[in-house]
């Protein structure tokens, strides 16, 4: 197995309202990777994208050739892969595996997911189907109402305690031009049952 690095990075902001495709965003974030990392574009022969829900919210499937073409890297091997909230680590594992097995020296990883331009039904039923729809949601389960049932079994199971602890996370992302910080703040605290 080849020792693989990653070489260069690319992001575009997170935003509501952008008015672009999920091509024109990865295509934006993989050109900034590729010239992060010093390489003539010629240098990478796959693209692997990561998309959960395009096809549903965006009515486009095959994301990987066509953000493959938007960047410039038209004719390269290029795929989608899809694995729920997982897409994009998924996408790096697969692009992993193409250098570390030998077929690739040079391989683009994104991962692109849009939701706001839908509707908050199309959007909650799109992620409905991260789950099993024949038997959950197209029951009328949502993520919120299985991990509030994970949470009731997981609370049954193992009991309430009679100090519960709660953390409270308040994520803030910080973006300036290119540049982008996040800040996590964990509070604690004890609330008695």
């Not at 024109?24 to 994208?49: P, Q, W």
């Not at 910080?181 to 008695?192: A, F, K, R, Y």
Request: net charge neutral; with cysteine.
């Amino acid at each position: 197995m080849k020792e693989v690095y990653l070489i260069g990075t690319g992001q575009t902001p997170v935003s509501k309202g952008l008015n672009k495709s999920n091509r024109a965003l990865a295509a934006e974030a993989v050109t900034r990777a590729i010239h992060d990392a010093g390489l003539e574009k010629n240098r990478v022969t796959a693209l692997v994208a990561g998309n959960m829900m395009s096809g549903i919210l965006s009515k486009q499937q095959q994301l990987g050739p066509l953000c493959a073409d938007a960047a410039g890297l038209r004719g390269v091997e290029a795929a989608t892969v899809e694995s729920a909230c997982a897409s994009g680590a998924a996408a790096t594992r697969w692009g992993f595996m193409c250098v570390a097995g030998g077929f690739h020296n040079a391989v683009a990883v994104c991962g692109v997911e849009q939701m706001t331009h839908a509707s908050k039904e199309d959007t909650t039923t799109a992620l409905a189907t991260a789950s099993d729809w024949e038997t959950e949601g197209g029951h009328g389960e949502s993520f919120i109402s299985l991990n509030a049932k994970l949470m009731s079994l997981y609370m049954k199971e193992y009991g309430y305690r009679r100090y519960h602890a709660w953390l409270a996370v308040n994520l803030r992302l910080r973006c300036s031009g290119d540049t982008c910080t996040v800040i996590l703040d964990v509070h604690m605290g004890v609330q008695e049952r």
